[in-house]
């Protein structure tokens, strides 16, 4: 429905001419409910001489142009035009002028930053109680699988290895994907083997409204937990090594080589198909029980560099039938994980040499993964390029 508009003209100047353009430039009327301009933009530049672009300007210089019957709900000041088109924009509801929506708009950031600021100090409160556990462990105490993942960030960061300390954790490469290491370090830290510094950044942690909290672990600086026995750092790291060198007398040493074999295969299994689906412009990858399935199936019986060979392979050819009219790109994506069985099952029973993919070995693979093979399993590169989930279950078996 359009609106009623009662135009009133209210002079800022003196000047004769200005005062006629003004009175010319806004001078219209209601017929049947729609709003009228008597002469238009054109004819007023013509009559007065100036140019087409500077009559609004002008115009507005000279009178504001006001409608007596909107008036602003705060303020009580009539709504102002200012130019024709704005006479168009309907307004809804109750008007405010932009005065009062500029105050209100204020009032607002002022509210939000009064509340962010007292969530803050509630998360500030919270990291520095957080910071207050895992002071002390008992490092000769450690399991042999969280020794080797401490011992990995300590060879990773210098810092870590020197003064304990460590921020950039997602940056140290410890696993193929940052969702593993993520895992590892909360394990670390529900372990009483790390500690979160106080200088932990706000963000890293997130309090709900209903008391529960959680966390990033890769936002945390973190900090390992003193020795109880007064080891420095550098020390501390020398006895996890000396630990990792006791390999098959430690109790828990097969566990941990299964375990963390496991889980870094099977997240640098993920990472490669993710890699490749990317590189060929496939949907992403949704991961289900059947991808993941297929994924144990090639690591149970393959090595994990081989394994990337044969997913580079599958995807490859999932890519090529994607290209195909009449076949969809999902579609092509889930053929992969019932192609990687079959690539698997035929590669075993014909015997196929399926050559492992590698990347530099010292600087590009992730670090658990040369500790496990370096220093765990003391065959570094050549073990990591033959050793499948199955010869691993019959090394623990001997
Ligand atoms: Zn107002």
Redesign the pocket.
Same mark, same amino acid.
């Given at each position: 429905m359009d609106q009623t508009i009662c135009l009133f003209l209210c002079f800022k100047t003196e000047s004769p001419r200005d005062l006629q353009l003004a009175l010319d430039y806004w001078s219209g009327s209601e017929e049947a409910g729609k709003w009228k301009w008597n002469v238009s933009v054109e004819e007023v530049a013509s009559l007065h001489d100036v140019k087409k672009g500077d009559v609004p300007k002008i115009a507005r210089g000279t009178a504001d142009a006001v409608d007596l019957l909107r008036r602003?709900?705060?303020?009580? %000041?009539p709504r102002v035009f200012s130019s024709r088109s704005s006479l168009a924009l309907r307004v809804y509801g109750e008007y405010? %002028?932009p005065?009062?929506?500029e105050g209100r708009r204020l009032a607002l950031l002022e509210r939000q930053e009064k509340e962010e600021r007292g969530r803050s100090a509630r998360e500030r409160d919270h990291i520095a109680e957080l910071a207050m556990r895992n002071h002390i462990y008992r490092y000769d105490e450690i399991s042999y699988s969280d020794a080797i993942i401490s011992f990995g960030i300590m060879l990773a960061s210098d810092e870590a290895c020197e003064l304990g300390t460590f921020h950039d954790s997602e940056g140290l490469h410890l696993c193929p994907r940052a969702g593993l290491s993520s895992k590892l370090l909360a394990r670390l830290f529900n372990n009483g083997i790390l500690r979160m510094s106080s200088t932990t950044p706000i963000q890293a942690v997130v309090l709900a409204e209903d008391g529960t909290w959680s966390y990033y672990p890769h936002r945390v600086s973190w900090r390992f937990a003193d020795d109880a026995d007064g080891r420095s750092f550098p020390k501390i790291m020398s006895l996890l090594g000396e630990m990792l060198d006791a390999r098959e007398d430690d109790p828990g040493y097969y566990e941990a080589v299964d375990e963390l074999w496991w889980k870094l295969g099977y997240d640098d299994a993920l990472q490669y198909l993710e890699q490749e689906v990317d590189n060929y412009r496939l949907p992403d990858v949704q991961v289900g029980p059947k991808t993941e399935g297929a994924i144990r199936h090639a690591l149970e019986n393959f090595s994990i560099p081989q394994c990337r060979r044969e997913i580079t392979n599958v995807v490859k050819n999932a890519a090529a039938l994607s290209q195909h009219r009449d076949f969809a790109r999902r579609h092509a994506l889930n053929t992969i994980p019932g192609n990687l069985i079959n690539y698997v099952d035929r590669a075993i029973s014909e015997g196929w040499q399926i050559s492992p993919l590698l990347r530099n070995w010292q600087n590009e693979e992730p670090v658990l993964t040369t500790v496990l093979f370096n220093r765990v399993l003391g065959t570094g590169l050549p073990g990591f390029k033959t050793f499948s989930g199955k010869f691993l279950s019959t090394m623990s078996q001997i």
């Open positions: 602003c709900v705060e303020c009580g %000041c405010r %002028c005065n009062c929506l």
